[in-house]
């Protein structure tokens, strides 16, 4: 992954629409001549990309380790449970040109977007042990009704198919500093949460009544979970629109590298998030350049198989 990561940022530095050296880059960056069109270049538009990518993939893999650990359903993921779909709704209006939102108030209404849908899950689990593929089935309904409003939001007003795509199905085109800054804090504020009750997490595996015993409380380590998960997936719609197949994913990378154990899981499902996410936003933007294939697009193509080998897997157990 050190590898994979490396070569992500190295060519997200130096390879685009206007190819550069490695040492310029850090010329240009040390000097911070301003003037330069290629410090422009480096310092506004791809570094903040770069960080973006990452940190929304790192809040997508965690979000994922959340509700699966929640719902103990394998197929957890902040979109397929609708709650992608949620924050996406208000910024389908600003995509749309129906409304006109600065960052802040875009980043505000995404959270709540994907927050109303995670109080739909939490009040359906709140109180009652659902086995995990019944929650799997309302979780998949959730997902079909936000993104089918999203999706007819966007078709109601004139838009480029770019745009629609670019919500859709994901890009980072629009990263800047002030996207991450908002990222970046949902971010760091959701792991100091998990850290604090991260030993109540892995006991929700074993159901409610093994939970219990083991003196956790399962309906408010979950209603911690969803809350969590919420936020960390609505933050990362709104740098980049929807990106399939990262939370879903990147747990059961994680877990079959080292297994259920909470804390080491979720170190390790959050990094694989972000590195996947970094690695697959650089082929978006440079496979056929200048034009960008959504990264959403990308990371289905190297996670669908994957997934079917897991599902395999999983069935012969």
């Given at each position: 992954m ?25 010329s ?22 770069i960080?973006?990518?990452?940190i ?17 359903s ?73 993104v089918?409003l ?11 198919p ?5 919500l ?13 800054i908002?990222?970046?804090?949902v971010?760091?504020?959701s ?8 030993r ?6 074993l159901g409610?009544?093994?939970?219990k ?13 969803i809350?969590?998960?919420?936020v ?14 990262v ?26 998030g ?7 936003d650089?082929?978006a ?11 959403g697009?990308?990371t ?18």
């Open positions: 050190v590898t994979l990561s490396l070569i992500s940022v190295y060519w997200g530095l130096t390879k685009g629409a206007y190819d550069n050296s490695l040492i310029e880059v850090i240009v960056i040390i000097n911070r001549d301003q003037e330069n069109l290629l410090y422009t270049i480096i310092w506004d538009i791809r570094i903040p990309r960080l973006c990518s990452f929304a993939g790192c809040s997508l893999g965690l979000s994922g380790a959340l509700i699966q650990f929640s719902t103990r394998p197929f957890g993921d902040p979109h397929i449970f609708g709650v992608g779909g949620g924050a996406s709704f208000f910024k389908a209006f600003v995509v749309a040109g129906i409304i006109s939102f600065s960052n802040i108030n875009l980043f505000i209404s995404s959270i709540i977007g994907g927050l109303v849908v995670s109080s739909v899950l939490i009040a359906i689990l709140y109180k009652k042990d659902f086995p995990p593929i019944k929650i799997t089935i309302i979780g998949i309904a959730l997902g079909a009704i936000s089918a999203s999706t007819g939001v966007v078709s109601y007003g004139k838009v480029f770019s745009q629609a795509l670019g859709i199905s994901g890009s980072f085109s629009s990263s800047s500093w002030e996207i991450l908002y990222t970046l804090f971010f760091i504020f792991i100091v949460v998990s850290i604090f009750f991260i109540s997490f892995t006991p929700l595996l409610d009544t093994l939970a015993t083991l003196g956790v409380n399962p309906a408010k380590s979950r209603l911690v979970c809350t969590i998960a919420g960390l997936a609505s933050s990362s719609v709104y740098a980049a629109g929807i990106v399939g197949f939370g879903l994913l990147s747990p059961h990378i994680a877990r079959n590298i080292i297994g259920n154990d909470s804390k080491k899981l979720l170190f390790l499902t959050t990094l694989i972000g590195v996947f996410v970094l690695f697959a650089q082929i933007r440079s496979l056929f350049s200048p034009s960008e294939l959504p990264v697009m990308i289905t193509a190297f996670a669908a198989p994957l997934m079917i080998y897991i599902g395999y897997r999983l069935k012969l157990k």
